[in-house]
Structure formats: C-alpha cells, structure tokens
C-alpha cells in the first residue's frame, strides 16, 4: 500500500483531495507566517514607541475598528457579489500592508499606531476566512483528522515567521519586514485563487446553502448554540489576553532595548511554534481522537487555571514565562482545532455569513474589554497585578464551564439536524394557536370555497378563538353538508353549545355521516343526554343506534348509563348479523364482569365484522378469560390488527401466551405478530420475553426482539433496558456488521457475478446488523434522532454520514464509540485487505456456507457451484435449510433441469 | 428451471432493482415466472396494457415503436420496466428475434410484495425520482409539457447489444422511460 493510500485511509480523504490538502497547507502556513511577521513587528514596534501600560487604549482602538471592517465588508460582498468576503479582505490587506511599509519611514509614530490596529482588525480577518475555506470543504468528522494537521502547516508557516523576524530584522530592518510580509500576502491570494477552482470542481456547493437571509444579528439571536460558542469563545480570548498582558509587562521590563526585544520576541515566537508544532503532530490528534472534543477543549481553561494559582503564589518571569507557553501551545493546537470543529455545527450558509464576523468581533471586543479593565483596575484603582492574576484563574473557571456547556450544546445541534424528519403532531397543533393562524382560520370561514371551509374546520377544533367559534357555529347552517359535516365535529371537539338547537335537527338527516356527527355531538354536549340516549335504544334505526354506541364506546358519560344488559341480550338473543354487531358494540361501554362471556361467544361468531366490534370492546374491557380466545384469532389475517391490541390490553396475563408464539412453533408470521403485540403491553415480564429473542443466534428473531423492544421505547417515552446491556447488545450486532462488512468488501471487486452477489449479500447482511444495534440503541438513547443516524450511516456519502457519528460519538462512551468508527471511518478497509494479500475466496465461501444466515448459505452454494470449488463435500445441505439452498444443491447435483451450464449462462447474462 | 439465487441475481440486472438488497429480491424472485420465448413471437404489442417487467435470460428482443426499431435487447437486459408503475398502453412493441428465456414479473405480483416490503418499495421510488430528474435536468422545456417532453426523450441503447439507431421520434411517453429503464441517456431529438 501506498503512502497516499495510507494516508487518505488515515485522514479519511479521497484521493482527488490530496493536491487540496497541499494546497491549504500551504495556504495556512504562508497565511500564519505573514501574520506572524506581523504580529512580531506590532508588538515591538508599538512597545518601544508607546510602552506596555498603553496597550489597553489599543485594544479598545482595534475593537473599533474591527466593528468598521466587518461592516465595510459586509457592505462590500452584498453590493459585489463576486468579489466575496475572502478577496475583499486580502487586496485590503495586501494593500493596507504595502502602505505601512511605505509610510513607516515618513512618519513612524502614526503609523505604529495605524499599524497595530490594522493587524489586530483587519489582517486578522484573513485567518477566519481560512478556516471557513476550510470547513467547506471538510466535514467536522474528517475536521478532526485534517485540521490538525491545517494547524501543523500553520504551525511550521509560525515558525518561519518567528524565524524571519528574529534574524531578518537586523539585516532588512522593520521596512523590509514589512515589504517581505505584504509578499506574503500576495501570495496567500493567489494560492486561494487556486483551490477556489479546485475545490469547485468537486465540490459545488448546493445552491440552497449557498446564502442566508439572515441578518449575522438575527443568526445570533436565535441561536443558543451560537450565543454559548460566542460566549466561551469571548472567554477564551479574554483570558488569552490577560496572559498576554502579563507576559509582555514582564519582558518589557526584562528587555528595554527595542532591537532586543524584537529579537527575543522572534525566539519566543520560534520556540512556542516549535513546541506546539510537536505537540501538534505529536499528540493533539491523537487527543481530539481519544478524549473527544470536550475534554481537548477543557484542557486548555483548566490548565490556566492551575497555572494563574502558580503565578499568584509566587509572581516572576519564570511563572509567567510557562503560563504564556502553556497558554500558547494550547490555543494554537488543540484550541484552535477544536474551536473550528465546534463551528461545524452551524449551518453552512449562516456559518460563511458570521464566522469571519464572530471571529473578529468577539476577539477584538473581547481585548477590548479587557482594555477597559486593565485601564479602570491599573491606572483608577491601582489594583496590585497579582490580582489580575487571580482574575484570569477566575475567568478560567468560568470558560471551563461554559465550554461543557457547550459541548452538550453541540451534541444537541447534531441531534436536532438528525431528528428533523421526526414530526411530533403536537407540533402541528401548537401552530393553529398562533394569532396570525387563527386570523387565516377565520377568513377561510368566512369564504366561498368549501374545501377551505372544511379545511378550516377541522383545524379550529385545535385551537379556541372567540370569533373563529362564532364562525363555527354560523357554518351549521351551510348549504354544503360537508361543511355541516365538519362544523358539527369542531364543534364536539371545542365543546360549543348549541343554542339554537340546530345540531339536533341534524340527527334525523338522511346523510349517515351527518346524522352520525349529530348523535355523537348530543351524547357529549347535548341538554339531557341520557335521555336522548334512552330515546334512541328503545327506537328501531339501527343506524342510529350504531350512531349511538360508538359515540359512547368513544365517550361513555353519563349517557352510558342509559344502556342495559337487558338492552344487550336482546340483540343477542335477536343473533341477526347486525343486532350481533350491536351488542358486541355495547358490550364495549357497559361496565362490570358480565360483559367477559358475552363478549368469548361473539368471539367465537363466523362473522368477520361481529368479531372485529367484539375485539374492539375486548380492547376496551380486557379480562383474562378471553385470553385464549383472543390468542387464537391472532393468526388470522383480517383480524390481526384488533386482536394484537386487544391482547396488548389483557397486559401481563397475555405473555405466557405470546411467549409460546415466539418460540416459532407457530411459524414467524406468529412469532413476529406475538413480538409486536408484547411491545404494547410494555411491562417488564414482556421486555423479559422479548430479550429472549435478543439474546438468541437467529438474526431474525434478534431483530423482531430488537424492533420490538424500540418500539416499546418510543411509545412508552423511557428506557425499556439497562444503558449496559443496551451497550452490550449494540457492540453485538456491530460485531455481526464489521464482520459482513469486512466479508463484502473482500468479494467486492471480483469478477464473478455470483460472487459479487454473495458480496451485496454480506452488504446487506451488515446493513441489517446495523438498523439492529441502532434499535439496540434506542432501547435507551432518544429513538428520534437514532432514526436519522441510520439513514446516514447507511448512505454512502461520507458527508451525510458524519454528523450521524458525530452525534453517536457525543452520547456513546468511548469505548462503545470506538468500534463503531473503526467501521464507519475506513479503519476496517484497512483491516481488510491486510498486508494486502488477495483474500482466499474458497475459504470466503466456506465462512458464508458455515454462517447461519440462509441467504447467505444459498448464495456460498451458487458461488461454489459457479467457482468450481476443489471440495464440494464441505457443501452438504442440513435439515433445517430453506428452499433456496435445497434449490441450489439439487441443481448443483443434477437433480434439477438445469444443472452446472444453466449456472453458467446466468453467470454470463450476470456478468 | 433457474434457482432462485439465479433468478435473483437476473432481476439485479434490472435498473430499476439494481440497489435492491438480494434478500428482497428473493421475494420478487418467488413471484416471477420464466417465460421460453422464440422466434418470431410478439410479447406485446404498442396497444397491450403494461402489466409485466422482462428481464431476458437468453435470446433477443427487437423494440419497435410506429413500425421502426428503437432498440434491441440482448441476455441481461430488462425491458418494460415502467409497467411496474405505469398501467397505460405500452407504446411500442417487443418481438423475439432469437430464441430464448425471459424472466416475468407481473405488477400485480410486484405489489403484492412490495405491500409487505417498504424498504423495496422506496428504493423503486427513488430510482424513478432519479430517472425523471434527469429527464427534466437534460430537457426542462419538454419535461414541463408532459408529454411530448418524455417523446422527445428516447434514444438509442448504450447498452452493447443496442446497435440500431433510433429512427425518428416514437409516439409514446412509455418509450422515453422505456430507454431510461434501459440505462439509455435520454438526448433531444432532431
């Protein structure tokens, strides 16, 4: 295997990316070391000139002016387009660079000044326009390989700046420096010229993400995420500050001499680029990796923290010498890779419109802040800089806990992208309360149109509105019935009296529907209900009377009361079809025992539609003597669905019976019926059933088990397992998934059909095992966004996938995440192919013939078959196998009418 | 007879199941029937309602729509693709030129499995999704007159048994479907 082989299964990059990676390397490291340059020559220049206590004014200077430049270049993409925020900032920059030089010499002082606000603003800028390049073209799950090592090449392009400072400035002086950094500048622009086009040509953006309308404000707003990124971010670079603060007070009194102090700053700059370039290549990876986002991101705060105790124990160039070091090798490393991993979590367009904006404001207000502080607390309140001190381990604290924070923030952004498709009804609902809803709602009443009319009806049963119930009743009086239809349903559903009678008027209507609506309405809000109730029983409209029991089988009342089980027997007694129908209807709202043996003799009636009213009050009234009964009818097709919740309502008693199903004795149309029926009862003794499943050999029966015991979580809304044995399962099935997957990607590339079938097969086969672990998952884990995770990961689209394993790998420990990015990350491709020795394809189909999949078995035969396998005995038929496998061993052996040729004319037409 | 390995791995052949897991397939396997076909023998005319998928096992099928041949059909092609959701008239006609064996799946049989079987169902979809964005992408201003736009959008097989070039534009929408069911790459007609 190639290095580039290596490296793009490392990296997680494609092939076509690697010129790209170069390219922004390059770009990152030209990009560091001109700001490099310039940072050195900023803080020298502006220290000899002004000296250290001034440097809080200049923050609050270059905070005013980064507000300028962000809206000069926001003015400047809106009005050219084309022109776009990256090209707008590096001709400024080239430009502005190419003037300080020129003007240095002319007059020093203001431009000093000038300059140091230019590099803390606007040549700032650059930098996130770089990264934003950057995380357009990489998803946050390859971000955490790639961006380390973008920040390596930064790094090293640091170290050539420090290194260019420190020697460069006695030969070409602060000019030439200046000179040789607008060089620089240019050539950073064309190297973003170059991967534009590269980038474009395999990665066009959608069209969709390629703007947002929002305002950078409206995007703040109404974004908790990006307010707490803001937050910790703001902290991160106030405490930087305060560091930096106390670092350069104390080398300014140790070096007077500017020259000298350019010099030193040069090697600090050096040595700090170097140790963080080792730390970077050496562990920051690895520790993104291992420790996750969170704990990289802590690492930084927490040891400020430790070290700000240090310094106020015992102050001294030394101490503050390692806090500025530590501090520095953290934020360039692990600090900036995982600041720009959490920007990930924005939306593309709104992450292009207020990262370079977020990046600058928050830093340059941040120092700003710290200006106004450093100048109210030093030079008011003559506070001692110990205190300072103890304020930055302080601020340190607080920047920890905010970035867990945000840390949980950022699992939740990947969560609510991957629940997107989940509709929660009550959602829906919330929206008809809206006043501009409701208003919309009551001029759709008020029109001509009678589909809107209904449309508005049935949603003004969802929501209360004065004038909308005003509307409502006013519609009973419609020419159109479909409108009374629907006026008498909202109506029931918001509880309206009726005071003009109109709804009683409507039972006697000859449209059933209409009729139907009327009984229920009166049932519910009518004057005297039992009465009405009573009217009806004892008249002769069957109709109405089946009117009337299901608007009491739906709410009994006290209208319930009306009906008897003298009324009952009757009907019984009656035995016609429809009276049947009734009684078993009405022995669904009575209350009391009696209705249990009444209810196993409709049970037992050949009349399909009496059976399905009797299995609707069984539902209603469970008792166990129906259970075998019920349990019967569960195997008949028409009946399914009304017998399952009516076992499901029996609860407990009902899981011995179930538990028989599932053993298979009664084929897997019963085992798979009695597995959904025990996820409605959700009781313990039922997840104990169905774990059987889970825990057995048969793939099959794990995933109905599995599936099952998913389902009982969504409905019930809390964890069916325990978060260990959920771990257990899942790890699993995701044995089961490397495993095939692993198998399919050996078979893949070969030229035989039927072995490249027997590949799509193991491809299958770990798609299965997969949806299996993810219902193991959901047995604990919010099923919501569990059902986007599995959509992605089963996509090919590495992009698509990588917010699935990023939200995976925010709730998962680590050791339970790790396989699963072994597998999802092209580890196991690796794997796979081993020192790259051709796998040997008899031993392949061996193992798919000793599997216990029957597919998979039929599948190693017909290969076998095709392939000419040297031992055909090793392929012997057991007694439990499908036909398939019967199929193909019988054709194998001349048994059928198309033996070995027949093989290998499909083997053609395959091919 | 084939097995059913076999007869799954010729319904993989057909575009519009090609992503379809094997184990799915297995189910469409059980319901298609094999079909010997000769000579000379018509398996449909223009005016026949679609009902039935071919996937030819052996053998050729000529297609010929207003008594010119549009494509031909050699051993692993499918032909007919769009009855599986289409029940109007075929539009062109499909004639044996050499003997051989097709594989049958009828609609119906097709939906019958289907009902049972979401997943295959919404792989079908997106197929057909896919095919009709790409007509629409390749021909927007026909694609928003429906019918003529799929007339125009019917050309001559990719495919290497595909030889004979389209002779002037066919009379049915089905055609233009019809060659992309075939992998065909829909092009404007003269």
């Known amino acids: 295997m190639s290095l580039t082989q290596i490296l793009g299964r490392r990296l997680g990059l494609e092939p076509y990316e690697f010129p790209v990676l170069a390219l922004m390397g390059s770009l990152a490291a030209i990009l560091i070391c001109a700001y490099t340059v310039a940072k050195v020559l900023r803080d020298a220049l502006f220290l000899s000139q002004f000296g250290a206590l001034a440097l809080p004014y200049a923050y609050i200077a270059v905070a005013l002016a980064s507000v300028a430049f962000v809206w000069l270049e926001g003015i400047t993409t809106r009005l050219h387009p084309r022109v776009g925020g990256t090209r707008f900032n590096q001709y400024t920059a080239i430009g502005l660079g190419a003037l300080a030089a020129l003007l240095l010499p002319i007059a020093p002082r203001w431009t000093i000044a000038c300059f140091y606000v230019w590099t803390g603003s606007q040549a700032m800028m650059l930098l996130p326009h770089f990264w934003t390049l950057a995380l357009d073209t990489w998803d946050s799950r390859r971000a955490r390989q790639v961006f380390p090592v973008l920040a390596g090449c930064g790094l090293v392009g640091g170290l050539a700046g420090g290194a260019l400072s420190g020697w460069f400035t006695p030969r070409v002086g602060h000019v030439g420096l200046m000179w040789i950094m607008a060089a620089q500048l240019v050539v950073a622009h064309g190297l973003t010229r170059i991967i534009e086009s590269r980038r474009t040509q395999h990665h066009a953006a959608p069209a969709t993400d390629a703007v947002s309308n929002a305002s950078r404000w409206q995007i703040l707003r109404r974004s908790r995420y990006i307010r707490i990124f803001a937050g910790s971010f703001a902290l991160s670079v106030i405490v930087a500050t305060l560091v930096d603060f106390q670092f350069k007070l104390q080398i300014q009194r140790a070096h007077p001499d500017p020259l000298a102090l350019t010099v030193f700053l040069g090697r600090f700059y050096i040595a700090i680029n170097g140790v963080a370039l080792l730390f970077q290549f050496g562990a920051a990876g690895w520790l993104l990796q291992r420790l996750g986002l969170r704990a990289s991101n802590g690492l930084q705060p927490a040891s400020i923290m430790l070290m700000s105790a240090w310094v106020a124990t015992s102050p001294g160039t030394l101490a503050v010498l390692a806090l500025r070091s530590v501090q520095g090798v953290l934020s360039q490393t692990l600090g900036k890779s995982s600041i720009e991993i959490y920007y990930a979590a924005m939306r593309t367009a709104e992450r292009r419109l207020i990262k370079p904006a977020l990046d600058t404001l928050v830093e340059r207000w941040s120092d700003a802040a710290v200006g106004i502080v450093l100048v109210v607390f030093l030079h008011v309140l003559r506070v001692p800089l110990r205190a300072i001190t103890i304020g930055t381990g302080v601020l340190a604290a607080v920047w920890l806990v905010l970035s867990i924070r945000l840390d949980r923030e950022f699992g939740a952004a990947f969560e609510q992208v991957l629940s997107s498709r989940w509709i929660e009804p009550e959602a829906a609902l919330d929206s008809v309360r809206i006043p501009t809803t409701r208003r919309a709602m009551f001029e759709a009443l008020q029109s001509e149109d009678e589909s809107q009319i209904v449309l508005a009806l049935e949603l003004a049963a969802n929501g209360r509105d004065p004038r909308v119930a005003r509307a409502v009743r006013g519609c009973l009086r419609h020419p159109s019935e479909n409108v009374r239809i629907a006026a008498v349903q909202a109506m029931t559903s918001l509880g309206l009296r009726d005071r003009e009678d109109v709804v009683e008027g409507c039972v006697a209507s000859s449209c059933e529907p209409l009729s139907r609506a009327a009984v229920a309405y009166l049932v519910r809000w009518g004057k005297r209900p039992a009465g009405f109730a009573r009217r009806l029983l004892d008249g002769d409209d069957r109709r109405l009377q089946a009117s009337l029991l299901d608007a009491l089988f739906d709410h009994p009342g006290e209208a319930a009361a009306a009906l008897t089980t003298a009324w009952i027997d009757a009907r019984l007694s009656a035995g016609d079809p429809q009276d049947l129908m009734l009684a078993a209807r009405a022995l669904g709202v009575v209350r009391g025992r009696t209705s249990a043996g009444r209810l196993q003799r409709l049970l037992a009636c050949d009349d399909l539609d009496v059976q399905r009213e009797a299995l609707r009050s069984a539902v209603r009234r469970p008792s166990p003597e129906l259970r075998d009964a019920l349990l019967g009818l569960l195997l008949v097709p028409e009946l399914s669905y009304e017998t399952r919740q009516a076992v499901a309502a029996l609860g407990d008693p009902a899981v011995p019976g179930l538990r028989r199903l599932l053993d298979g004795g009664s084929g897997p149309r019963a085992q798979e019926l009695a597995a959904r029926t025990l996820a409605r009862i959700e009781s313990p003794r039922a997840i104990a059933a169905l774990l059987t499943l889970v825990r057995g050999a048969d793939e099959r029966r794990r995933y109905l088990g599995l599936q099952a015991l998913a389902r009982m979580r969504e409905h019930s809304g809390r964890p069916v397992l325990g978060r260990s044995l959920t771990h257990r399962v899942f790890l699993r099935e995701l044995r089961d998934c490397r495993a095939a997957r692993r198998a399919a990607l050996a078979l893949a590339d070969s030229t035989l059909a039927a072995v490249r079938l027997l590949a799509d097969s193991y491809r299958e086969a770990a798609e299965m095992a997969l949806e299996r672990a993810l219902q193991a998952l959901a047995c604990w884990y919010d099923p919501r966004p569990l059902t986007g995770v599995l959509e992605r990961l089963q996509s090919a689209d590495r992009n698509a996938a990588a917010p699935a394993l990023e939200y995976l790998g925010h709730i998962l420990p680590r050791n339970v995440f790790q396989p699963l990015r072994a597998v999802f990350e092209g580890m196991e491709a690796l794997d796979a192919t081993g020192d790259g020795a051709a796998p040997d394809l008899d031993e392949q189909l061996r193992q798919a013939w000793r599997s216990n999949d029957a597919w998979l078995r039929a599948c190693a035969l017909h290969a076998a078959r095709v392939v000419g396998t040297p031992d055909p005995t090793v392929f012997m038929p057991r007694p439990d196998d499908t036909s398939a496998v019967r199929a193909e061993f019988a054709a194998w052996h001349g048994a059928s009418p198309a033996p070995a040729s027949g093989a290998r004319a499909v083997e053609e037409v395959a091919c | ?190």
């Not at chain 2, 076999?6 to 993989?12: C, F, N, S, T």
């Not at chain 2, 997943?119 to 057909?128: A, G, H, I, P, S």
Request: some cysteine.
């Open chain 2, 1 to 190: 007879m084939l097995t059913p390995v076999e007869r799954v791995q010729i319904l993989k052949n057909a575009d519009l199941l090609k992503d379809v897991g094997p184990r799915r397939l297995l189910a469409l396997a059980d319901v298609s029937r094999e079909l010997e076909i000769s000579n000379g023998q018509v398996l449909y005319a223009e005016e026949d309602p679609a009902d039935v998928l071919y996937m030819l096992v052996a053998g050729r099928v000529r297609l010929l729509a207003g008594g010119r041949t549009t494509s031909e059909v050699g051993p692993g092609e499918a032909f007919g693709t769009w009855a599986l959701v289409d029940s109007s008239q075929r539009g062109h006609r499909a004639e044996c030129i050499a003997d051989g064996l097709a594989l049958a799946l009828h609609r119906d049989a097709f939906y019958d499995v289907a009902a049972g079987d979401l997943t295959l169902l919404k792989e079908v979809v997106r197929v057909l999704a896919k095919r009709l964005r790409a007509l629409v992408a390749d021909q927007p201003g026909e694609a928003r007159v429906e019918r003529e736009g799929l007339d125009a959008a019917r050309t001559p097989a990719e495919t290497p048994s595909a030889q004979i070039p389209p002779a002037g534009p066919p009379a049915d929408p089905g055609a233009a479907l019809e060659a992309a069911a075939l992998g065909e790459k829909p092009e404007r007609a003269e």
